[in-house]
């Protein structure tokens, strides 16, 4: 019965018509698996493009003020970090949305696409449930393209939130035509790494592999747009080989030009059915490229907790430690340009009372060196929270069914979390050290900057015990960690702008810590900081110890 029951299904997919039969029920599936985590994608990306392009009229008060603004991103460093710089000699609210935002806003659209595909593609494999679906009616790609439908979907309604949203504003040069082709551009851009992601989870017969050779295809994108836009050419050609140097070469606000997002949809295209055609020469749950069998002995530094928590951390330290030097670098030249900035910017007297500085370079040091502490913050929790991933996954209970105790494997990852961001949020500052004592030819700059990336450690630190409390205790709620680091990254940035009161910046860990160089060091907060983080930690290993083990 069974092989007569199967009969009819291989055939109809020899026929090529069956293969994406099931693929509306699956779409529904996605849709009902994800009602919440799409929304929050969506949410969170449009809501803080949009939030801070509102704040724009009370940064930049007059055409002095984004004069001066466009002046300092005519430099090298910062064409790096943001793109061409269309439209500097008649700076506008547009040309200044286009030229500082769509680069940034790119890779949080890409990483969107990249880890929900590998979710509903490869992980769905990797865990076994794929091969379950496969059993019934469902054919060979409906998987694949239900995925992909509801993905590129989502970045449709992202795009089209962000430009009702800007357009709706009434900003001068902001316009709703030019803003409908900056939400294309956007969502061009996510759905082109959607097929990426359709051809990586191909390759890769782990979710972590296929995800990382994805970030990598986006982390080339974004060095090949860069590498371009260094130069004075802003046509360089190799921006014109990076799917996001196309987004930008649309010189949305500028010169709105539509046609170089056919380059994004024609490659796409490419892409869906490179994706489709290795999906159909390899087996459920197998990758095109078979991974290496293991060493018959594991090295020596397996053999701990700490070891293995490394291991599977390591990939993920590399890559952010590249991005916080670069943006050190970057950041780190236009230093000696920051106080002429200053002098023809009205908003910046805010921002020297918000950090309690004289110093117009200490202080925007300063500013820098908080960005980047937040930013380690959530690769601090993400660290932390592989603890989560691993115990839901069913892989914490065979490694606690050895001699490692509940609290030596909390411990192990908490260690890696806590030594890893201060290697990343060093080297950022290291970065940022190296090229502004160049630009100032002041030595002294590079110490007093590495002091001051020490400060902020605790506040990292306790965000991350924040996160072992929750998975210690409540470990279902494990996310609410997001809310404490999402608020503090958006009341340092726009406290001083919208002259919020000063109990707001309280409630942000990163609001206590001594703004060094620009203010004196103030150990109390520090010293304070530094025992909520190791009372957290407390917390979530006597909880975890107390409670029982989900298992599979």
Request: hydrophobic content about 55%.
């Amino acid at each position: 019965m069974t092989a007569t029951a199967t009969a009819p299904v291989r055939a109809a997919e020899s026929g090529g018509r069956s293969t994406l039969a099931g693929t509306g029920t699956l779409i529904r599936f996605i849709l009902r698996r994800d009602r919440v985590r799409l929304p929050v994608w969506i949410g969170a990306i449009g809501l803080f493009t949009i939030g801070s392009v509102a704040s724009l009229p009370d940064i930049y008060l007059d055409d002095a003020d984004l004069a001066a603004r466009a002046d300092l991103m005519n430099n090298p460093g910062l064409r790096v970090v943001s793109g061409p710089g269309y439209g500097l000699d008649d700076y506008t609210f547009g040309a200044m949305i286009a030229h500082e935002y769509l680069s940034w806003i790119a890779v949080f659209v890409g990483l969107m696409s990249i880890l929900l595909v590998v979710r509903h593609t490869r992980a769905e494999e990797e865990t076994g449930r794929a091969e379950l679906v496969r059993a019934g009616v469902v054919g060979r790609h409906a998987s694949l393209t239900a995925a992909m439908i509801v993905i590129a979907g989502a970045h449709i309604v992202l795009g089209a939130l962000v430009a009702l949203g800007l357009g709706s504003l009434g900003l001068e040069n902001v316009g709703q035509e030019s803003s409908w082709l900056f939400g294309a551009a956007l969502a061009a851009i996510g759905i082109v790494f959607v097929g990426v992601t359709a051809v990586t989870v191909q390759i890769s017969e782990h979710g972590r592999g296929s995800g990382g050779l994805a970030g990598a295809a986006l982390a080339l994108a974004y060095f090949l747009r860069a590498a371009g836009d260094a130069g004075q050419d802003p046509s360089s050609t190799l921006s014109w080989l990076s799917p996001i140097g196309w987004s930008q070469q649309t010189r949305v606000y500028v010169d709105d030009r539509w046609w170089p997002l056919l380059l994004s949809v024609a490659l796409t295209i490419v892409l869906a059915g490179i994706g489709y055609r290795l999906n159909a020469r390899r087996d459920v749950g197998a990758g095109l490229i078979r991974s290496r069998p293991g060493a018959p002995t594991a090295p020596a530094s397996l053999s701990s907790p700490v070891g293995l928590a490394w291991r599977l951390n390591r990939s993920a330290t590399m890559w952010w430690s590249i991005a916080l030097l670069l943006f050190g670098l970057g950041y780190g030249t236009i230093v000696s340009e920051a106080e002429s900035f200053a002098e023809e910017f009205s908003a910046m007297e805010d921002l020297l009372d918000n950090f309690g500085g004289t110093s117009i370079i200490d202080t925007f040091l300063a500013m820098l060196i908080s960005l980047m502490a937040v930013a380690v913050s959530v690769y601090a929790v993400l660290t932390v929270l592989r603890l989560r991933s691993e115990e839901t996954g069913g892989r914490a209970e065979p490694v606690l069914a050895t001699a490692t105790s509940r609290m030596g494997w909390v411990a192990s990852h908490v260690t890696v979390a806590m030594v890893s961001s201060a290697v990343i949020l060093l080297l950022g500052v290291l970065g940022l050290g190296v090229t502004a004592a160049a630009a100032l030819e002041d030595g002294s700059v590079l110490p007093r900057l590495l002091g001051a990336g020490l400060a902020y450690l605790p506040a990292i630190w306790l965000t991350v015990g924040l996160g072992v409390a929750l998975f210690g205790v409540v470990p279902r709620a494990t996310a609410l960690v997001w809310i404490l680091i999402s608020y503090a990254a958006l009341i340092g940035s726009f406290a001083a702008i919208l002259d919020l009161p000063e109990w707001t910046l309280d409630l942000s860990p990163f609001g206590h810590v001594p703004a060094l160089p620009a203010v004196d060091m103030a150990w109390t907060p520090v010293l304070v900081l530094t025992g909520i983080a190791v009372g957290l930690f407390a917390v979530g290993l006597w909880g975890f110890r107390l409670r029982d083990l989900e298992t599979k």
